[in-house]
């Protein structure tokens, strides 16, 4: 069935250890090729390293075995490409019993056992690992994690087991749940050992000697290896009861998969190991075969592979060096984009607004940002002053001559856009970039009056622009090839996820957010109390309610986004009149310091006499979504269905477990009702 298994094989040697403390069994995971693909376990891999294993078994001669992984990786845990192939139940469930099968004889053995973590290691990885009876760590591994909830999986082949009982279920908790739906979060080397993990922390340049050195001492009794008692009383429940309240708040259910292994994590407290491992196998098995894993391999697939090869990107042969960045004003934004320019690119950035207060602040903003990375160690005090020295301001757009790139970050208003990049057309060479962060305003009309409006294009970041992915670059009528293909390779340079948008009213994740929303609020103005309404969409898990949203992202922002998608189809998107209220109030925020609706929003949205239940409210917001996504896809603003599910789910978080928005509607059977068709007509499956 895994006929196109990358088979990683477990390769063994005899070592001799140093102070006298006999030979070793090393057996390295290698799958034969480079560390751009990393090793993974799949059935031919597991057979490999379960027969080294039983090869060191039946050895009188050695005193310990040892397993580590080729240049720069470790094991990143089970190829899931095989997946799509397990016809049922028991296929599956037999994927978990072979993993437990292999892994746990390094627990078995007669003999210790010495996990070398030399480089990325990530699910079954990490599991092996655990198995071993002593691990070390390098202080150059990039990423170490248990991301299975992250795709709708749990840590299967001994994980929920073995990690709290070695360093207490809330800080294995924290790797299980937390950081799988902190968006995929990693942790690196030094915290692997800091968490008690790792038993020795050495430097990757002589990481496999001080390792084999450091087994040798503990061999011999030279080391011994200490580690804190886990409390399996109180501590225990009460961090299963902390982590349940959590995720109750940021998923509502929606996703079975970290229940599951919050389950497995609070039952590992009191079952025997044997007890654990069956456990596992069972949820494996019914996740394997539930629609959440499929879900979160296309996501996961969307933000791998599909975010690398942009759509309708021009050739990067086009594209054109960037030796320096404007930003046009020294707002928050502007603030959060220089930085991000600076730091990502390595190239000066000057910064220009229309007073020298509001200059000062706007540097000064960055300034301090840089000094926070500093003080937490993302960045050393030498690149610190350089990125410093690279930001500076100007009152005079003169200081962009020699800029290649300039992006502005001003007023959400045309004629304020137009004036500005006049300005700035007027002093920067013919073939620099000018780039637009505007939200919902159409690119083609802000270049329409330029000498030179193939150099426009549309670059919208979301906001914290350091935090979310997604980049919308936005090809206006007469946006070149060149300017085009400039952005993607600026874009690919910021570490960003770009998407190629037509120019539309709001580009993609505004215009569906702002539909979205719009339901929610024209339920509110119907009459359904604000708190119902909000709560309407919950068993969705997205990461925030819509009115929490429109808190975020600021109620005067939000209905400019409203009336420009109105303005454009006054038949589709309408305007709350509550939401206006809410504005011309000058209310920034809609709950108050409790997490309590604020009293005073309340009675702005009190009135009307049609309130609707729940579930109709989020029925409607779906169909309205499905609707939209399908006009938009025929009016060609993005090139695939994927492209809208990744603008959704690197822009707006939108969840794994969902699988990106048209998979979801096409699960519910909402595409198919409203459109008359599936937005995939052959299912995940196939893509």
């Not at 050695?62 to 990143?76: D, E, L, N, Q, W």
């Not at 937490?376 to 790139?405: E, H, M």
């Not at 948008?501 to 215009?511: E, L, M, S």
């Not at 103005?525 to 929490?548: F, I, K, Q, W, Y």
Request: net charge negative; charged share 25%.
């Amino acid at each position: 069935m895994f006929a196109d298994e990358v088979v990683t094989r477990a390769l063994s040697r005899d070592v001799r250890l140093p102070h006298g403390a006999g030979t070793a069994v090393l057996i390295t995971l290698d799958n034969g090729h480079d560390h751009t693909k990393p090793n993974t376990f799949g059935p031919a891999g597991l057979l490999s390293l379960d027969a080294a294993i039983e090869a060191a078994r039946g050895r009188t001669d050695i005193a310990a075995v040892v397993i580590t992984g080729k240049p720069f990786i470790f094991a990143v845990g089970a190829d899931l490409t095989g997946v799509p192939l397990l016809r049922d139940r028991e296929q599956a469930h037999a994927i978990g019993r072979l993993g437990h099968d292999v892994f746990r004889k390094l627990g078995e053995l007669d003999v210790p056992t010495f996990a070398f973590i030399n480089g990325a290691a990530m699910g079954g990885g990490v599991e092996v690992a655990l198995h071993c009876t002593y691990r070390t760590v390098s202080a150059g591994v990039p990423a170490f994690a248990l991301p299975e909830a992250f795709l709708g999986l749990v840590p299967g082949w001994g994980g929920t087991y073995l990690l709290p009982h070695l360093i207490g279920a809330e800080k294995a908790l924290k790797l299980i749940i937390d950081n799988p739906l902190a968006q995929n979060k990693m942790v690196k080397g030094p915290e692997v050992f800091d968490l008690g993990i790792a038993d020795a922390l050495f430097e990757p340049a002589d990481f496999v000697e001080e390792s084999l050195a450091w087994a040798a001492r503990v061999i011999t009794g030279e080391v011994a290896v200490e580690r804190a008692e886990v409390d399996t009383g109180q501590a225990w429940q009460q961090a299963v009861d902390n982590a349940g309240f959590v995720l109750e708040g940021k998923l509502h259910g929606a996703a079975p998969a970290p229940v599951r292994a919050l389950d497995l994590v609070a039952q590992a407290r009191t079952r025997t190991r044997d007890e654990g491992f069956a456990a596992e196998d069972d949820a494996l098995a019914d996740l394997i075969m539930g629609d959440e894993l499929k879900a979160g391999l296309y996501a996961f697939d969307l933000v791998q592979k599909r975010a690398r090869r942009p759509a309708g990107a021009p050739g990067k042969e086009l594209a054109r060096p960037v030796t320096k960045v404007g930003v046009v004003g020294a707002g928050l934004m502007a603030g959060q984009l220089a930085l991000l320019f600076a730091r990502r690119l390595g190239v000066p950035v000057v910064m220009t607004d229309l007073d020298q207060d509001r200059l000062d602040k706007g540097v000064g903003y960055v300034h301090g940002e840089i000094d926070r990375l500093r003080a937490k160690g993302r960045v050393s005090p030498d690149a610190a002053n350089r990125l410093k020295r690279q930001v500076s301001g100007s009152l005079t757009k003169d200081a962009f001559a020699d800029a290649d790139f300039v992006i502005e970050a001003v007023f959400e208003r045309m004629d304020v856009k137009q004036q500005v990049f006049a300005e700035v057309e007027a002093v920067v060479s013919p073939e620099a970039v000018l780039a637009t962060n505007t939200s919902s305003l159409s690119v083609s009309e802000m270049a329409s009056k330029l000498r030179h409006p193939e150099r426009v294009v549309g670059f919208h970041f979301f906001n914290p622009v350091a935090v979310l992915p997604l980049l919308e670059i936005v090809r206006g009528e007469q946006t070149g090839d060149a300017a085009l293909a400039t952005a993607f390779a600026t874009a690919k340079g910021l570490k960003k996820t770009a998407v190629l948008c037509r120019d539309a009213p709001a580009f993609v994740v505004n215009r569906l957010l702002t539909l979205f929303m719009g339901e929610v609020l024209k339920a509110i103005e119907e009459g359904t109390a604000p708190e119902a309404a909000d709560r309407a969409v919950a068993p969705l898990g997205l990461p925030m309610p819509p009115l929490l949203l429109l808190q975020l992202v600021g109620p005067a922002v939000a209905l400019h986004v409203s009336e420009t998608l109105h303005a454009a189809f006054p038949d589709r998107f309408a305007v709350s009149g509550q939401h206006r209220r809410l504005v011309e109030a000058g209310k920034t925020a809609v709950y108050g310091p409790d997490f309590a609706i604020d009293p005073e929003v309340a009675e702005l949205f009190s009135g009307g006499d049609r309130p609707s239940e729940e579930p109709e409210i989020l029925d409607r917001a779906l169909r309205a979504l499905a609707r939209e996504i399908r006009i938009m896809l025929d009016e060609g603003v993005v090139a695939e269905p994927a492209d809208i599910d990744l603008c959704l789910i690197s822009g707006a978080g939108w969840p794994f477990h969902l699988g990106g928005i048209t998979p979801y509607l096409d699960r519910t059977g909402i595409a198919e009702k409203v459109n008359g068709a599936p937005f995939h007509p052959r299912g995940l499956k196939a893509l």
